[in-house]
């Protein structure tokens, strides 16, 4: 059994399992870096969209609850404040998230003008 080629962040060899005709597991691929930000960039949204709709159903419990004088009116505006302020550093997480991915493509995509330049010096 061949094992992937790739060193994890320990500074470990991947024991990883892999097929004959593959050196690196999906981790340790570089050519599937694109694919595995794209994931990950998706999941953050997942993760993201799960918060908001669990905000969603919190609210319109406790604006039932209120409506129904289950909870104090007072009681209701503090907690819709707060979550409020719940969803505010929910987009300002999905922002920076969203520009460090930015960050991590225009550094490939000067990396790759960089090397397509010095290759057509050379040539």
């Known amino acids: 059994m061949q094992r992937c080629s790739g060193i994890k962040p320990n500074g470990g060899r991947c024991e990883r399992i892999v097929s004959a005709e593959q050196t690196y597991c999906y981790s340790h691929d570089p050519g599937r870096q694109a694919e595995r930000r794209r994931n990950a960039a998706r999941g953050g949204r997942v993760k993201a969209t799960a918060e908001i709709g669990r905000v969603k159903a919190s609210?319109?419990?406790?604006?039932?609850?209120?409506?129904?004088?289950?909870?104090?009116?007072?009681?209701?505006?503090?907690?819709?404040?707060?979550?409020?302020?719940?969803?505010?550093?929910?987009?300002?997480?999905?922002?920076?998230?969203?520009?460090?991915?930015?960050?991590?493509?225009?550094?490939?995509?000067?990396?790759?003008?960089?090397?397509?330049?010095?290759?057509?010096?050379?040539?």
């Not at 319109?60 to 009116?73: I, S």
């Not at 929910?90 to 990396?111: D, G, H, S």
């Open 59 to 123: 609210l319109q419990a406790l604006a039932d609850a209120t409506l129904e004088g289950r909870v104090d009116k007072s009681v209701a505006a503090v907690t819709s404040q707060i979550w409020n302020v719940y969803l505010s550093a929910v987009r300002t997480e999905l922002k920076v998230r969203e520009a460090e991915e930015l960050a991590r493509e225009v550094e490939e995509l000067r990396t790759i003008i960089d090397m397509n330049t010095d290759r057509n010096r050379s040539a």
